[in-house]
């Protein structure tokens, strides 16, 4: 059986002027809406830095994770506070950047 994936990559600004300090500038999301789940993030900072996280990357010792986030799509992506990117362009940030696991780091 074929499972279906429903992927959408967007792109946003920090929401906050000015940024706090330690955060990032831009933030790429890519998107499994059937699924109801971030995949995978990219966060370009100020300094050029460019962190990269995932789901595979989260669960690679065994621990459950099914989203990047703790909330529903809606709630993140109805704001209308992010563009619809192509998935080209996720993917030139996502080679630029480091694995940097956030919520299960040992």
């Not at 995978?40 to 595979?56: E, I, K, L, P, Q």
Request: glycine share 6%; net charge negative; aromatic share 14%.
């Amino acid at each position: 059986m074929t499972e279906i994936v429903a992927h959408n990559y967007y792109r946003g600004r920090w929401p906050e002027e000015p940024i706090p300090d330690g955060e990032p500038i831009w933030l790429f999301y890519d998107v499994d809406k059937l699924a109801d789940a971030v995949l995978r993030t990219v966060h370009v900072f100020a300094d050029g830095r460019v962190a990269r996280n995932s789901v595979v990357l989260e669960q690679r010792h065994g621990d459950k994770c099914p989203s990047l986030i703790d909330c529903s799509l809606g709630d993140l992506f109805d704001s209308g506070k992010l563009e619809e990117i192509s998935y080209e362009q996720f993917e030139e940030w996502w080679t630029k950047g480091i694995d940097v696991p956030v919520w299960f780091v040992r």
